[in-house]
């Protein structure tokens, strides 16, 4: 099906933090936006982080002052946009004699505290682990550790929240829309764009090539730009396994080889153990994690943990390309985390590519893209983003408890566990969520792990899920409870519920107009 040709300020392709990001922006601005994504939001290297909104501890060591001082900038900037899905997180270092020295380690922290301002956030203390708990799960060789700040999110969700806050703005969200090609015509970019209702024309004044791990991809081979920049792509993979330890703190883990992974409290019975950083050749969307970084993983944690910790034990493991820009540097883990925007122009038309970047610096990154956008669109309205809640966030970081509460009370018969699950998912929009339900009875059936009627009707709404994979592994990680059966219950639920045509308000608007 054809539809009408569309006439917009910019034309956003990729649909990861970084496009739903700038696409916000730019919404927010006044420019009228629309974003398109080949798959789900989300769902190539924003969904396969380790995270963490932090300030990148170990850039310190690469002297990446500059981003590291922004990114801790940044970390309230967010835990205040978003306290819902960002949360305040202890990580515990241990020192290891035969790698950094002590006093290299309380210089970084030191830093680490002051460099950016801290206002939300405890500051960096010394642990004796042979008497704190926090080492009790550790090998008796760690006896010093250092506790310092930085805060968890829920990386997909938070892509997500973008994209919805870009549509309340005006902003198109096109989701399974993928970008066949582009060329100017009269100084605008013409773009064909192929989406599950068929091929679109949309005339955009500025393409912002937000695409990841494709961006070179999209530049030259969609665009048709030739670049001097490159980028190199690297792959990180991560494992869970059950649960490792009780308390509530995350570890840092030194190498030998200048690497560091993480073990991180994740979804309640488990724990997260990443990241790894190799150099990937192929097709970003089949990057899996190799039987040699499950061994590197399981092996470099056993050296802390008491018990052992082996591939065995593994439960669930994904694996995610970051497209770093190309700086040269030796080995993986020494590129560069921070991003290069890349201005081109063709017959007049605009390009904006994008190079690197991280969850932490997203906003940043948006902002500076509004910066170069300036040339073509000089009326461009003033940078809001860092004063303004995404979507549910509009209530105070140590306000969830309070908000659990009154959720229960609405809904009796809701768990604390279901309730505190639903608040940190949707933060104030769980009374949308819920709509006139008077009871957890009247959500509707409960898909196995937790997911209801009621909550996936509103995903599928209003979140641009179409499928179970897209809500089980990435609006949440619910997969990891559920069976196969309850998932393919649910996938049949949903597809049912899309052919009888029960998609209604803005969800189904988009589906008309050609988006996921």
Request: hydrophobic share 40%.
């Amino acid at each position: 099906m054809n539809t009408p040709l569309a006439s917009v300020d910019v034309l956003v392709v990729g649909g990861g933090i970084n496009g739903a990001g700038i696409a916000r922006d730019a919404a927010g601005r006044g420019l009228s936006v629309v974003l398109a994504e080949k798959g789900d939001l989300a769902s190539a290297t924003s969904s396969a982080s380790t995270k963490l909104v932090h300030g990148g501890l170990r850039y310190l060591e690469h002297y990446e002052f500059r981003l590291v001082r922004e990114a801790l900038k940044e970390r309230e900037v967010l835990l205040r946009a978003a306290p819902h899905i960002i949360w305040p997180l202890r990580f515990v270092l241990p020192h290891h004699r035969g790698l950094r020295p002590a006093w290299l380690l309380r210089l970084g922290l030191f830093l680490y505290d002051h460099l950016g301002g801290r206002d939300l956030l405890p500051g960096t203390r010394v642990i004796d682990l042979d008497r704190s708990p926090v080492g009790t799960p550790l090998k008796t060789d760690y006896r010093l550790g250092f506790e310092y700040s930085d805060c968890w999110v829920e990386d997909t969700r938070l892509v997500v929240l973008n994209a919805i806050d870009a549509r309340e703005r005006g902003a198109e969200i096109l989701t399974r829309t993928a970008l066949v090609d582009a060329r100017v015509e009269n100084g605008v970019w013409l773009a064909r764009l192929q989406g599950p209702d068929g091929e679109r024309t949309v005339r955009a004044r500025a393409v912002v090539n937000a695409a990841g791990p494709w961006v070179a991809d999209v530049l030259g081979g969609r665009l048709g730009v030739n670049s001097g920049s490159a980028v190199r792509l690297v792959k990180g993979s991560h494992v869970v396994v059950p649960r490792l330890y009780e308390h509530d703190r995350c570890y840092i883990f030194q190498n030998s080889d200048g690497r560091i992974i993480f073990a991180i409290p994740y979804e309640g019975a488990f724990t997260l153990i990443g990241t790894t950083d190799e150099d990937y050749k192929g097709d970003p969307g089949a990057a899996a994690i190799s039987e040699d970084e499950i061994a590197y993983l399981c092996r470099l944690t056993a050296e802390y943990f008491q018990a052992p910790v082996t591939p065995a034990d593994v439960v669930w493991s994904y694996s995610g390309v970051r497209p770093l820009y190309d700086d040269g540097a030796s080995k993986a883990q020494e590129a560069t985390r921070d991003y290069v925007l890349e201005w081109s122009e063709t017959g007049g038309a605009p390009a904006l590519s994008v190079f690197g970047g991280k969850i932490t610096t997203y906003r940043r990154l948006a902002e500076a893209a509004m910066e170069h956008l300036k040339r073509s669109f000089p009326r461009l309205g003033p940078s809001w983003t860092a004063s303004a809640p995404l979507p549910g966030g509009d209530f105070e970081p140590r306000g969830v408890d309070a908000l659990v509460g009154e959720l229960r009370r609405r809904l009796p018969g809701l768990g604390h566990t279901d309730a505190r699950r639903l608040v940190r998912a949707y933060g104030t929009r769980v009374w949308t969520v819920i709509g006139d339900a008077a009871s957890a009875a009247e959500l509707g059936n409960a898909f196995g792990a937790g997911p209801t009627e009621a909550e996936v009707a509103y995903l599928m709404d209003n979140e641009w899920a179409l499928r179970a994979a897209d809500v089980v592994w990435r609006r949440t990680k619910l997969g990891l409870r559920m069976t196969e059966q309850e998932i393919r219950r649910l996938d049949d639920w949903m597809v049912a519920r899309t052919a009888g045509g029960n998609l209604g308000g803005q969800r189904g608007t988009e589906r008309v107009a050609g988006g996921g």
